[in-house]
């Protein structure tokens, strides 16, 4: 008996490994999907920039970037009928001292751009549960003979800045994510890491993993934090924002449009419309986030949703703010960490011909090989 359950242990065991190496980035074909989730995304992200305007509406750009998704990863993978495609991230379009998560109802007010304002979009796509991100932040009517200056341009280079150098840090085995933590604050100089915030590894169906780096964390946060290094066959999506105030983050009461799926929670919902609504966004985006305004019904998935999150079957993911007259950068980039070095799949280069400012890094305790230069792919 000892030697058939040692051998039923081992066999699962193989399975197991087969299994976990076919979702890793071991597997070609796994990298092929995350490449092709990326290009729509750099793709997409490159259309939502051209729209920002002077008088354009949130709403618009938030339903261009969803819309356009939705129709390029629908064109890729269309022979496999099980490979499920779509978007991993709303298009969420966060304005001046809106940190975050900003995806307006079809029924919510207008919210108009106006020129001079820092616009910061975030958005993402998947293929098969391979999950590409990217944030990128502009302002409005910046141009060659109107550039970005003082605060603005500063606090758009400290938080490029400290994501490239972040990106540099996952070589493998090389750096701690408490030691990234570190570099992040140090490479703020002036400006503050919005607090918290955290960047998270990648794997099928899950853009929120295991392993975590925190920017400007609380004592509490730091002291939970699991510390961790990096290793070969693992995805990052590397999220930083800075601001020009303190970096604490202000309640408002923006209404949540944007949740997604709790894995681990069971709860047998009460009310029929919540249960209806429940089954639905399931069906439809299983464990990626997703934004109310994709239902037809809005009125019908504010109600559902509602016993979803008080029960927390849903996570929400809250519209965060600055201190008023205070501006948040933002960037983000979807990074591979393969046996040829690090490549980084999403983030578009900084256009520095629409920005005057000097910043650099001056910190001298910043190693010299993290410090910045321009690339796309390394």
């Given amino acids: 008996m000892a030697g058939k359950t040692k051998g039923v242990s081992e066999s699962g065991m193989v399975a197991d490994d087969e299994h976990d190496k076919e979702e890793s980035l071991a597997n070609d074909l796994v990298v092929t999907k995350y490449a092709q989730a990326a290009d729509i995304v750099n793709g997409v992200l490159k259309e939502v920039i051209a729209a920002v305007k002077e008088d354009v509406e949130v709403g618009f750009l938030c339903d261009l970037g969803d819309r356009l998704i939705l129709e390029r990863t629908s064109k890729v993978f269309k022979k ?19 940190i975050c998560h900003y995806s307006p109802l079809r029924s919510d007010p207008p919210v108009v751009l106006r020129k001079g304002q ?23 009517g910046a141009s060659n003979t109107d550039k970005i200056t003082q605060r603005k341009a500063s606090v758009i280079m400290a938080a490029y800045n400290a994501m490239e150098a972040t990106i540099r840090m996952l070589r493998p085995e090389l750096y701690k994510n408490m030691e990234v933590t570190e570099m992040i604050d140090r490479i703020a100089t002036f400006y503050k890491p919005i607090e918290n915030m955290l960047s998270h590894q990648l794997s099928r169906n899950k853009i929120d993993g295991e392993k975590q780096i925190i920017q400007n964390p609380g004592e509490k ?10 290793e070969t066959y693992e995805a990052y999506a590397i999220d930083i924002l800075m601001s020009t105030g303190e970096g604490h983050v202000k309640p408002v ?16 919902l009460k009310i029929k419309a919540s249960r209806t609504f429940f089954s639905n966004a399931v069906s439809r ?26 029960h927390g ?4 993911y809250q519209v965060l703010y600055e201190k008023d007259g205070e501006f948040v950068a933002q ?24 920005i005057s400012c000097d910043e650099k890094i001056t910190d001298s305790s910043v190693s010299p090989d993290v410090r910045i230069f321009p690339f796309f792919l390394y």
């Avoid at 099980?82 to 379009?93: D, L, N, S, W």
């Avoid at 946060?221 to 990096?230: I, L, N």
């Avoid at 009461?253 to 047998?268: E, G, W």
């Fill in 80 to 98: 496999e009928k099980e490979v499920q495609k779509g978007i991993a991230m709303p298009t969420c379009i966060s304005v001046d001292n809106c």
């Fill in 118 to 140: 820092m616009v910061k979009i975030d958005l993402g796509a998947h293929i098969d549960g391979y999950v590409a991100t990217a944030a990128h932040t502009v302002v409005v």
């Fill in 221 to 230: 946060q730091r002291s939970e934090m699991t510390k961790c290094s990096f």
């Fill in 253 to 268: 009461d923006t209404r949540t449009t944007v949740y997604k799926r709790t894995d681990d929670i069971i709860y047998s």
């Fill in 285 to 310: 985006f299983g464990s990626m986030p997703f934004t109310l305004r994709a239902f037809e019904e809005e009125k019908n998935a504010k109600m559902g949703v509602v016993e979803c999150e008080r």
């Fill in 313 to 316: 079957l849903l996570q929400p």
């Fill in 331 to 354: 960037f983000k980039s979807t990074v591979l960490i393969l046996p040829g070095g690090l490549l980084k799949i999403t983030g578009l280069p900084l256009d520095s011909s629409l």
